[in-house]
């Protein structure tokens, strides 16, 4: 299956535009394991057997893992949730943005030696640098395009003299995205939660392309605003929450814990859908 397939029927399967963030930060464990990067594993594949049934996709952030050596884990980590979830989608989320051979190696990481079924990319470098990432048949490319942090302004909302109608440059990736980069039909966009009009904005642009929206939960992103601005009926949203749901509970029920943030940010999401 495709990454988009995958990412519809998990949809589908799990009524669910929720997204959980693997952003494992061992000081903030709960006690039993606090401080034990070797513990990694243990507590991301908790959080997986508690949250299963209610994502659409799983974002392990990969930076979270290899701060600590921890690649072993994250590559064990993603078969667990190939045996746990095997119809959730999982996106590697790396930032990648280069060309070429170097390219080509970390798509080979992500897709072969990790198996995630997408992955977080940088355009900057433009088509160059996504290329060997759309040669893998089925494999997602979601691309930053308008993000949630305040220096986004920096590049993002520039205007390009270059480009007919000189449109923002968030604009333009949005374009590109729906249009002639998207050579797999597997291309997405990343778009900040904290920016519902510019989520709307987007999504007029690129119509059909997925949309990966973090910065729902701890960051302030509003739910219903996000889903009023993205879900389109050919449109999906991968609406992501990490450290409200991860550290919902410091105690030894943390996964419990985990299991009811994400079921109460499942049924907000639910309830902009109507």
Not at 106 to 135: C, H, I, Q
Not at 167 to 177: D, G, K, N, S, T
Not at 195 to 204: D, H, L, S
Not at 266 to 272: E, I, V
């Amino acid at each position: 299956m495709t990454f988009t397939d995958m990412l519809r029927g998990a949809t589908a399967q799990n009524d669910s535009l929720l997204c959980v963030g693997l952003d494992p930060e061992p000081q903030r464990f709960p006690e039993h394991l606090r401080g034990d990067a070797g513990k990694i594993y243990d507590f991301c594949a908790a959080i997986v057997d508690a949250t299963a049934g209610l994502v659409n996709a799983f974002k392990p952030q990969i930076a979270y893992f290899a701060a600590h050596g921890a690649e072993a884990q994250l590559e064990r980590l993603i078969r667990h949730i190939r045996a746990t979830a095997p119809q959730v989608p999982v996106i590697l989320d790396a930032k990648r943005g280069d060309i070429g051979s170097t390219a080509e190696q970390y798509a080979k990481e992500a897709f072969e030696r990790y198996g995630a079924d997408a992955v977080t990319l940088s355009p900057f470098m433009g088509f160059d640098s996504l290329a060997p990432y759309l040669a893998y048949h089925g494999k997602g490319a979601i691309l930053l395009c308008r993000t949630s942090n305040p220096g986004g302004d920096d590049l993002q909302a520039q205007r390009l003299a270059s480009v007919e109608g000189q449109p923002l440059l968030y604009e333009h990736i949005a374009r590109q995205a729906q249009g002639p980069w998207n050579t797999n039909g597997q291309v997405g966009l990343v778009v900040g939660a904290t920016y519902p009009a510019e989520i709307e904005r987007v999504r007029a642009l690129a119509p059909t392309v997925p949309l990966l929206i973090p910065g729902v939960g701890a960051q302030g992103g509003d739910a219903a605003a996000t889903v009023r601005a993205g879900l389109r009926a050919n449109g999906p949203i991968i609406v992501s929450s990490s450290r409200a749901v991860l550290y919902a509970s410091a105690g030894a029920d943390f996964a419990t814990a985990a299991h009811q943030a994400a079921e109460a940010t499942r049924t907000a999401l639910n309830a902009a859908r109507q």
